[in-house]
């Protein structure tokens, strides 16, 4: 892992919460993305390097849905930038931590993204993330 690159916040009103999140960091959103095969729209903040990644679901199937009716609005994930993500998927799974899927996937802000399983990490969902060039 090079660095923490996002901090994900599953929130039920992207409008509201980029308003509150301005407020609240002293700085507006600087951009809203919408990724349609994961079912959300996704704003975000730019703090000093590290990302706040706002997440709202577009459908009633999104994860960011699941997530949120089961354990409401919140912190959903940490995000850590990586070089060559092929090779750190098969290290972490070499090491015992359970990857979401067995390829990238295309993820906002032009990132190629994996998850581990929460079960295998604390309880923390962690994606991994490498720019898409
Ligand atoms: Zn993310």
Excluded: W
């Excluded at 901090?7 to 919460?17: M, Y």
């Excluded at 994961?38 to 679901?57: H, N, P, Q, W, Y």
């Excluded at 070499?94 to 604390?122: C, E, M, W, Y």
């Amino acid at each position: 892992m090079e660095k923490l690159e996002h901090i994900g916040i599953a929130v039920k009103n992207l409008e509201e919460s980029n308003l509150l999140f301005a407020k609240l960091l002293g700085k507006p959103h600087y951009k809203i993305e919408e990724v349609a095969s994961e079912g959300v729209r996704t704003s975000f903040f730019d703090v000093g390097g590290v990302k706040i990644e706002l997440l709202e679901a577009t459908r009633p199937d999104s994860p960011i849905a699941t997530f949120i009716e089961k354990r409401g609005e919140g912190i959903h994930h940490l995000a850590f930038g990586v070089n060559q993500i092929e090779n750190e998927m098969k290290e972490k799974s070499n090491a015992g931590f359970s990857l979401l899927a067995q390829q990238p996937k295309d993820g906002a802000d032009n990132k190629r993204i994996v998850f581990l399983h929460p079960k295998t990490t604390n309880g923390v969902l962690v994606e991994m993330c490498e720019d898409r060039n």
